[in-house]
C-alpha cells in the first residue's frame, strides 16, 4: 500500500510496513487498560457512544518517505521482515516497507536519512533489522533523551524488548546516528517538535513550509487510536511518562486542530493522514476522504 501526496512543496509518500486483518487486529482492551487509568466500563460506555460497535483497533504502521533537498527521508522504519515478536500470523503481515519501498521507486542506496520519532521496535527495527544498516547511506536522526534512555540499564529493567532493538539500532548506526532537540530543522523543511512522554526523547515532526494547512504534523504515537482524541487523558500501557505524555497529546491535538495541519498518525488505518477537529474540550479524527 503506497499513497503519494504534496505537504508544503515536498512530495511524500506513506508507504505501509503492515497493516493487521481480521481475526488479528488487537483489542482495545489490549491499549485500554484499568492499569492506565481506562476502567472496563469507560472503554465499553465509550465504544458505545463512538457509535461503531468495535472491540478492536487498526495498530496500522505508516512509515512515511519524504523527498527534500538533501535527498529522501524516512519517518519511522517499521518493523522489519522476519518479526515474529507478535507470533507468526501477525508477523507474516508486518515487515513489508523495503518490499513497498522498492514498489514506490526507491532504492535502499537512495536514503539519505531516517528520522525516528521515538525507537520502540515498531519504528526503528525496519532500519537495522539484519544486524547491519537496511539503508547504507543514511543518517540516522534521534533525540538526544531517546537515545540516552535505551542505552541506560534501567530502560531493560522496564521494557527489555524495546530496549533490545533500541540498543541494536544505535549499536548499529554507530557513528551515522545524530541526536537532535526539539526546536531543529535536521533536515531542509525537516523540522522537530516536543512530544515527550510516550518516551523519554519521542518528537513530532513537521514538515514543509507555506500556510500551516499545508504542511504535515507526524505525531507519531501520541495516539494509537481515534478514541484517545475523545478522551485525550487516556494512556496505553506503552506511555513512559503518563503525564507528560496526556499533556504532548492535548497539547499537539490543539495545535493541529487550530492550525489546521494534515496530520500523519503511524498506527491509524493505512495511510494515517487526516485532520484534527476539536469537539469543545475534546477532539475528533476526519481522516483523509
Not at 517499521?78 to 515474529?84: D, K, R
Not at 542506496?109 to 544486524?131: E, I, K, N, P, Y
Not at 493505512?270 to 469537539?279: A, E, K, M, N, T
Request: charged letters at 20%; a negative charge; proline letters at 7%.
Amino acid at each position: 500500500m503506497i499513497w503519494r501526496f504534496s505537504a508544503g512543496g515536498l512530495a511524500c509518500a506513506v508507504i505501509s510496513d503492515g497493516q493487521p486483518a481480521a481475526p488479528w487486529e488487537p483489542p482495545l482492551g489490549m491499549f485500554f487498560t484499568p492499569e492506565t487509568g481506562v476502567p472496563e466500563p469507560e472503554l465499553a460506555d465509550a465504544i458505545v457512544i463512538e457509535g461503531q460497535n468495535r472491540t478492536t483497533t487498526t495498530a496500522a504502521y505508516n512509515c512515511l518517505c519524504v523527498e527534500t533537498s538533501a535527498g529522501l527521508a524516512v519517518i519511522d522504519s517499521g518493523l522489519g521482515p522476519n518479526f515474529l515478536g507478535y507470533g507468526p500470523d501477525l508477523g507474516a503481515q508486518v515487515g513489508k516497507f523495503g518490499d513497498r519501498l522498492a514498489e514506490a521507486g526507491y532504492a535502499p542506496d537512495d536514503v539519505a536519512a531516517v528520522v525516528f520519532t521515538h525507537l520502540h521496535q515498531d519504528h526503528v527495527r525496519g532500519a537495522a533489522w539484519s544486524g547491519r544498516l537496511t539503508f547504507p547511506d543514511a543518517t540516522g536522526f534521534a533525540h538526544a533523551a531517546e537515545i540516552s534512555f535505551w542505552q541506560d540499564q534501567a530502560a531493560w529493567v522496564r521494557d527489555s524488548t524495546h530496549a533490545e532493538s533500541a540498543r541494536e539500532a544505535i549499536r548499529i548506526f554507530g557513528e551515522q546516528l545524530r541526536e537532535f532537540d526539539y526546536g531543529a530543522e535536521i533536515l531542509p523543511q525537516v523540522r522537530t517538535v516536543d512530544a515527550a512522554g510516550h518516551t523519554p526523547g519521542h518528537a513530532a515532526i513537521l514538515l514543509g513550509s507555506g500556510p500551516e494547512r499545508e504542511r504535515v504534523l507526524c505525531l507519531g504515537d501520541c495516539f494509537h487510536d481515534q478514541l484517545q482524541l475523545s478522551h485525550p487523558g487516556w494512556c496505553t500501557p506503552w506511555d513512559i511518562d503518563r503525564e507528560r505524555a496526556v499533556h504532548a497529546r492535548r497539547t499537539l491535538l490543539a495545535r493541529a486542530a487550530e492550525e489546521d495541519f494534515l496530520v500523519h498518525a503511524y498506527h491509524m488505518p493505512f495511510p494515517g493522514l487526516g485532520r484534527v477537529r476539536r469537539r469543545g474540550e475534546v477532539f475528533a479524527w476526519e481522516p483523509l476522504p
